[in-house]
């Protein structure tokens, strides 16, 4: 027997929790781990747009042909002006060059193929904390990694000193994984200012930015969120940005994404584009078809884009909403803790404090699933399930 005597992988620490509360029996129990949003229902909604979308495109459907290996060209238009603004100089360049991937991790994997192959002995360099699954990624690629500071725990805030001191020494040629906007863990992200000094050090230490732009539209706006991977995006730099439609489109299950190389001119862009398309060959050989329609589709209609827009918007305002009311109804309750840092941040996720401890106490006392880090869904609150929520916390808490 060979299966049978592997040893049993563990858990993936966000899914094998949704796992956990799927099997939970109490019927009043609370899932805040997973990223996906919840609408004041509690449940997880289809865009209308993408609805409306989706029936233009099985009408005028005429073939499930494969696509090219980086996707189609019109997908990678509207991506590029959806990051960077139609306008953009890089783009009447023709520096920048996109690929379709299924999903914002599967752009992250190939990124790191590509950094694998063809810029070998570079460390990637995260965030403390970051996404759970960055480091997986990026280990599987068989890349290096490492990590920077970036949460100061007292303050709950950013801790931009420490760093910019880091950033300051990394060695040159290395790559910095930066959180476009949104930051996952912990709903802090750096101000306009501040990105303008990051590139700066990046240029100076020609140090390789590496994005990753899952939550465009989530934290202040479509052009707002995008202003620290504009602020990058320099005449004669290069980096990579790792896109996702999941949450902005609502497009979970069809996993689609993109991967943007900005090179110094057109002919690195296309050499660049060309490796990256021999890294997706290996891989899942060309993307699926279907997400990338709709987005294309919503993008190039003005009355789709405006309805779409506006679904964004109206996810971004309730979720800044539940932050407000999370933090009112604890103190309402009687907790003491400062938790106002949590109206500052930004996105679908806040570090909230709880500890291990009363994380676990959370689950198993109340069937409340956060992340062992404390990390916790926002947009997973709803009106209904806040009392309960704010009171078990406000048990765990005494």
């Known amino acids: ?5 592997l040893p049993v992988a563990p858990a993936d620490p966000i899914l094998g929790l949704t796992e956990a509360f799927n099997k939970d029996p109490n019927p009043n129990k609370i ?17 209308r747009s993408v609805k409306r979308a989706e029936e233009r495109i099985l009408q005028r459907e005429t073939s499930k042909d494969y696509m090219p290996i980086q996707g189609s060209a019109e997908y990678a238009r509207v991506v590029q002006e959806l990051v960077f603004g139609a306008g953009h100089a890089a783009l009447a360049e023709k520096r920048i060059a996109t690929a379709h991937t299924p999903g914002g991790t599967g752009a992250l994997r ?17 965030s403390n904390p970051t996404w759970p699954n960055h480091p997986n990624v990026f280990k599987a690629a068989g890349l290096p990694i490492d990590t920077y500071p970036y949460f100061d725990a007292a303050a709950n805030a950013l801790d931009f000193d420490a760093m910019t001191a880091k950033l300051k020494t990394l060695p040159e040629g290395d790559i910095v994984l930066l959180h476009g906007c949104c930051h996952n863990p912990t709903g802090i992200d750096p101000t ?61 299950n069809e996993r689609v994404g993109a991967l943007t190389v900005v090179a110094a001119n057109e002919a690195g862009a296309q050499i660049a584009l060309s490796q990256l398309k021999a890294c997706i060959r290996a891989n899942y050989s ?37 932050r407000a009311l999370f933090v ?18 930004r996105g679908m996720f806040s570090f909230s404090g709880l500890t291990k401890e009363q994380v676990e106490t959370l689950r198993q006392k109340h069937a409340i699933y956060i992340l062992g880090s404390g990390r916790i869904n926002v947009a997973g609150m709803t009106q209904g399930n806040m009392g309960p929520l704010c009171d078990a916390i406000a048990d765990v808490l005494r």
């Not at 589709?297 to 679904?311: G, I, Q, Y």
């Open 1 to 5: 027997m060979i299966f049978e005597a």
């Open 31 to 47: 899932n805040l781990s997973v990223g996906v949003y919840k609408d004041a229902e509690g449940k997880t909604p289809v865009f």
């Open 110 to 126: 190939v990124a790191g193929d590509f950094i694998k192959q063809m810029l070998p002995g570079r460390t990637v360099w995260l």
């Open 192 to 252: 306009p200012e501040q990105w303008q000094i990051i590139g700066d050090i990046l240029d100076a230490r020609k140090l390789l930015p590496l994005i990753d732009f899952a939550y465009q539209g989530l934290g202040d706006g479509l052009e707002e969120d995008a202003a620290g991977v504009r602020a990058l995006c320099r005449p004669g730099r290069e980096m990579f940005i790792c896109s996702s439609f999941s949450k902005n489109f609502g497009l979970y």
């Open 286 to 322: 060309n993307p699926p078809a279907h997400g990338a329609s709709i987005i294309t589709t919503v993008l190039n209609d003005p009355d789709l884009r405006a309805e779409w827009e506006a679904e964004v918007a109206a996810m971004r305002d309730r979720i800044n909403g539940m």
């Open 328 to 345: 009112d109804t604890l103190k309402a309750k009687g907790v003491q803790r400062d938790f106002s840092f949590l109206k500052r941040q």
